[in-house]
């Protein structure tokens, strides 16, 4: 903690003297955060403790290959676009987005395929293929999942949910689209044939949720992406990365990386600046935290009793599944395989138990195979696909030792794409590497290895899930996908522009001296 001393207040034009605020991690969600914070007047500090920034979107390049580390999925182009607006600038600028088409193409386990269109009529075409008595109960779905856009999104994407008030408030909407139960069931509800409800429920998936669980407040995404499409970014999300930072370099602000942030500091329970692991010490007039939360409160706060997020209670949250991922690239194209393939395994919900409940790793899988170079061939050399497949795992509560695991692991997924989409693809490999819960866990600090913060289920959402604004120190905001509303990157951009209505103007902030 630092010595007490007095609150001044200080407004000065000069840059130096303008409103410190450090921002820890850059993620999306701290990138954004960084953005809104310059945009009112704040002089940002982003401390990354990798070598560069993205944190789940950092870019590996290797053997001529560019690998997207994480998401690639954009659908809400919109949130971005409103950051390039607040420093007077255009996305379409500096980065171009790509429609993708089909969204997704899902492979069931007998090969049959069923391609996620945004067209209405071509949508409607595929429903009946599968099952012609499912048309009219997929148009009732798709006008629910708008009307709980309109709610989750719109109206609470970016509420606050600080007060249980706010939540009593939204309760009877909440009844009333039936948030109470799980996607699946919602689903479930307007659809018969179990493979279209697979179809229609997998979404929670790429957010960390278990479709049986998580709260249908998520169907909203098939509106969302019905409405906007879905884009890949060219060049790769990284592209969305280095973007953020030349915003906030042309605010003035700075990005640091190896710059691990070790600890809080506050004077008389206010966030005053941070220490970082070299022993170097920031002071700041705010601080923003973008590491799990779990981490934020288990970790950087060493001196602060917590009211809320005590130990007890970060040990008893419930953690969202993990990930493996195999990035690779092959000598040839794969000219058959569209940009975001699922293949699903046998089982759906059988294997979503053995990951979120029983935490063992299955002898089947189903996969998300993404292949950027349909979009973008610029991704690999001239002739070559770059790929990386991902594979929802337990997180390490599972005592998996990924060490010995992951290779074998490997080799498994590699035998069943040879065996579905990529035909002899041991012998296509050129480059190759790995992505395992331990890495979520040492390389971006996230407790349990969970590879999207705490599970997106109705009793760790909106009121429940860690507060934008901090419970436990003043001057503490948290964004990021285990805060409100959620992992992805709508939820964490989401999570930034809280920060618009709870933090104060630079200009009315009282100043730490
Ligand atoms: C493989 C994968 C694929 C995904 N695909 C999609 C997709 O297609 N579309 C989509 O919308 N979402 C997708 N997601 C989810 C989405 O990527 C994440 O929810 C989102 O990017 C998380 O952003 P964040 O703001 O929480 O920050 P993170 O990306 O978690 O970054 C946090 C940063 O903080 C840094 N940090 C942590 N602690 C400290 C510290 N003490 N000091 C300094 N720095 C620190 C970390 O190094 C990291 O860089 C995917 C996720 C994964 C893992």
Redesign the pocket.
Known sequence: MLDPSPLVSARSSRPEDRPHAVV???????LAAAVRLGARGYRVTV????DA??????VHRQDGFTFD???????APFLFEELWRLCGRRLADDVTLQPVSPFYRIRFDDGAEFDCLGDADAMRAQIARFAPGDVAGYERFMKASEAIFKVGFEELGDVSFESWTQMARIAPAMVRLKSYQSVYDFVASYIRDERLRVVLSFHPL??GGNPFKTTSIYCLIAFLERRWGVHFALGGTGKLVDGLVSLIEGQGGSLRCH????EILTRQGVAAGVRLASGEMLPADIVVS???PA?TYGK?LPGITRKRWTDRRIDRARYSMS?F?WYFGTRKRYDDVAHHTILLGPRYRGLLDDIFERKILADDFSLYLHRPTATDPSLAPDGCDAF?V?SPVPHLDSGIDWTREAEPYRQRIERKLSETVLPNLGREIVTSRL?TPQD?RD????VRGA???LEPVLTQSAWFRPHNRSEEVERLYL????THPG??????LS?ARVLDDIVPDAQSLERIA
């Open positions: 820890i991690g850059s993620g999306f969600g701290g401390l990354e403790k990798l920034p993205g944190g789940r979107a950092y580390a994480g998401p690639t999925i954009v659908t790429l957010i710059a691990e942030v070790s973008n590491a799990d981490w950087l990930l991922v990386y991902l992505l979520f390389r971006l600090l996230s590879a999207f913060g964004v990021g996908a285990g992992a992805g990157l709508p939820g964490v999570s």
